[in-house]
């Protein structure tokens, strides 16, 4: 079967083909891969920047935003069966007894560093025709949405950073409505969303969910089919190319809630300089290597204290975060049907992959699909 491997020791990226994988543990299930989302982090490995195989072999199957369909389950497996679909869970727990976040099912949160994630760090990923996995990291996603499915994956991280943002918000009472079951409510608050990729948009679109009055700040301009997905939501969207960093806040107003989707530090430095007071800020893009920065580290501490600010950082997801995603992703894709459809790019057939992952992305988001 074909799969593409990146061989950190050559330098490569390159189609390979191995034998096709068998279940070998009564918990396992077999998957036929069907689309794989394409991200930066796969072209940062692609790259060389980072990347880790498995410590029994010299090369790594990228891919990790992943869509399958079971064909095999194990005997011990009751929970799911052939024909559904699927989404994996990326990362996996370290062995650790003294990891209490591991040990309770919470490996994002893992506290050693030890943990493994497929397609990135000492697993496989799912960049390859079948894959063999436990079933408990499987996500069942309802067969209506087979189109989009692979959505799902980068729609955790927004999800994962709504989940904690419920404790923070509850310091200011009127951000959180008991009366819709603890849902975060915007009605009335200033979010920002920087960056209209596939993680700023799809997170535009659980903020416009919420009620947020949403701004989508990017570099394209008009005609582009990122900004005509930010109208069709109801966000504003304002292009860097027009309004600096340093007049969002006049543009905007006071801003309550902003969504990094970018990893670029000096965008995210000028734009903090304009959160409101008792704002949060929360930081998903992880910044490759970027030129120094000159700041100002006692006038941000001072700002932020002053102001009751709180700066969050998160990466990966966890169980709880997959349903989430699955259930906000129905919400968009009833909502937005359109929208959601353009966030998806032409999809490409694995004997193109390598040609697609190391060249300039085809629309918002590019998809590897395996079609039978």
Not at 276 to 287: D, Q, R, S
């Amino acid at each position: 079967m074909k799969a593409v491997a990146v061989f950190p020791g050559s330098q490569e990226v390159t189609l390979i083909e191995q034998e096709e994988p068998n279940i070998t543990q009564p918990n396992q299930v077999k998957l036929r891969m069907l689309d794989i989302g394409i991200c930066g982090t796969d072209r940062e490995i692609c790259t060389f920047a980072y990347g880790t195989p498995p410590t029994d072999s010299d090369y790594l199957i990228i891919g990790h935003e992943a869509l399958g369909e079971v064909v095999e389950v194990g005997a011990a497996v009751t929970q799911l069966n052939a024909g559904d679909l699927v989404v994996p869970t990326v990362r996996r727990p370290c062995s650790h007894s003294r990891c209490r976040s591991c040990r309770a099912g919470h490996q994002d949160f893992c506290e050693t560093g030890d943990f493994t994630e497929r397609g990135i760090q000492g697993a496989h990923g799912f960049l390859t025709e079948f894959v063999v996995d436990e079933a408990r990291y499987m996500n069942r996603a309802p067969q209506h949405l087979r189109e989009v499915a692979v959505l799902v994956e980068p729609l955790t991280i927004a999800k994962k950073a709504e989940y904690q943002l419920y404790g923070l918000m509850q310091r200011r009472p009127p951000w959180i409505d008991p009366a819709v079951s603890g849902r975060t409510q915007g009605r009335g608050h200033r979010a920002l969303v920087l960056g209209a990729g596939p993680v700023g948009l799809l997170g535009a679109m659980a903020l416009r969910t919420a009620e947020f009055e949403t701004f989508i700040y990017s570099r394209e301009q008009e005609p582009d089919p990122r900004i005509e997905v930010a109208h069709a939501i109801g966000a504003t969207y304002l292009s860097s190319q027009r309004v600096p960093a340093s007049g969002l806040e006049a543009h905007i107003g006071p801003i309550d809630l902003v969504y990094e989707a970018v990893g670029h530090s000096l965008l995210a430095l000028e734009v903090l300089h304009g959160l409101g007071p008792n704002g949060i800020y929360v930081l998903t893009g992880v910044p490759g290597r970027q030129t120094l920065v000159e700041a100002d580290p006692a006038t941000l501490f001072r700002e932020m204290v002053l102001k009751n600010q709180v700066v969050l950082g998160t990466v990966n997801a966890g169980p709880h975060d997959f349903s989430a995603a699955i259930a906000d992703l129905e919400t968009f894709h009833q909502r937005w049907p359109d929208a959601v459809r353009t966030l998806m790019a032409q999809r490409t057939p694995i004997e193109q992959a390598v040609e697609r992952i190391l060249r300039r992305p085809a629309g918002i988001k590019s998809v590897i699909s395996f079609r039978s």
